[in-house]
């Protein structure tokens, strides 16, 4: 996906959001992360937006710190403000990233061809699985990922998360997990073992294979959606093994 259409995508999921948190009590419970009620959520996903922001419209080369993160979230807004406040922080995001030269410099934390691809990017991919944790608070059932972009979410994530040495995804036994989107071109191999996991692309033998429409692999593998939602071949423990150690956390 080219940067213009990420930044496309991105003012989307975004208002979606909004929309949808705008119609939901803020105490609602979100189902897809159960620490969390639908403010948290909203709060999690506007200081996000900053802190993304400040790094591109900055030229960062180092993250923020604890400082500089709060200094670029502002004060917590109230109840009240908390919808709107979203609405501002995501629309400057969009507007920071449109403007952004090509040639950003800047700092990013996963492989990715330019800093500025890298932060439209990852932006995207919050918001859109976020958006999908609003609909769940809002007991509606998640609006498509269009096929490309879930197959790009399913990229970042294998290729960019995964692999990192920080991962939990770890097997005392090596053992591989095929994805395969129905409707995509795009497939990939992880294999799991004491070391951090080896990311290929392409088809091959595997001891558990996933396979469905790109939406459904990007819901699962966010840990947004059951396994009962795809075709499952194989060692279905590799499935459990992945929800209960690859989730990604901010930190």
């Known amino acids: 996906m080219e940067i213009p259409e990420l930044v496309d995508v991105l003012r989307h999921e975004g208002a979606l959001l909004a929309d949808t948190a705008a119609g939901t009590p803020l105490d609602a419970p979100v189902p897809t992360c159960p620490d969390w009620r639908l403010r948290d959520l909203l709060l999690h996903t506007g200081q996000v937006h900053r802190w993304a922001a400040a790094h591109v419209k900055g030229g960062l080369a180092r993250p923020l710190d604890e400082a500089g993160q709060e200094a670029a979230w502002g004060p917590?807004?109230?109840?009240?403000?908390?919808?709107?406040?979203?609405?501002?922080?995501?629309?400057?995001?969009?507007?920071?990233?449109?403007?952004?030269?090509?040639?950003?410099?800047?700092?990013?934390?996963?492989?990715?061809?330019?800093?500025?691809?890298?932060?439209?990017?990852?932006?995207?991919?919050?918001?859109?699985?976020?958006?999908?944790?609003?609909?769940?608070?809002?007991?509606?059932?998640?609006?498509?990922?269009?096929?490309?972009?879930?197959?790009?979410?399913?990229?970042?994530?294998?290729?960019?998360?995964?692999?990192?040495?920080?991962?939990?995804?770890r097997s005392d036994t090596p053992r591989t997990l095929a994805v395969r989107p129905t409707?995509?071109?795009?497939?990939?191999?992880?294999?799991?073992?004491?070391?951090?996991?080896?990311?290929?692309?392409?088809?091959?033998?595997?001891?558990?294979?996933v396979s469905g429409p790109a939406h459904d692999l990007y819901l699962l593998l966010w840990n947004r959606l059951g396994a009962d939602a795809v075709a499952v071949d194989g060692d279905r423990s590799l499935l459990e093994l992945w929800r209960t150690t690859a989730g990604i956390t901010w930190s």
Not at 138 to 146: D, Q, R, S
């Open 183 to 209: 409707d995509r071109a795009e497939s990939w191999l992880v294999t799991v073992g004491r070391e951090q996991p080896q990311v290929r692309p392409g088809a091959g033998p595997a001891d558990c294979t």
């Open 76 to 169: 917590a807004p109230a109840d009240a403000d908390l919808v709107e406040w979203f609405r501002t922080g995501h629309a400057d995001l969009v507007a920071v990233l449109a403007a952004a030269p090509a040639d950003l410099a800047c700092w990013s934390f996963l492989p990715a061809p330019s800093p500025l691809a890298f932060w439209a990017r990852r932006q995207l991919h919050e918001t859109t699985v976020h958006r999908v944790d609003a609909e769940a608070a809002a007991g509606t059932a998640p609006t498509p990922v269009a096929p490309a972009v879930a197959a790009d979410g399913l990229a970042e994530l294998l290729t960019g998360f995964v692999p990192r040495p920080r991962t939990r995804l």
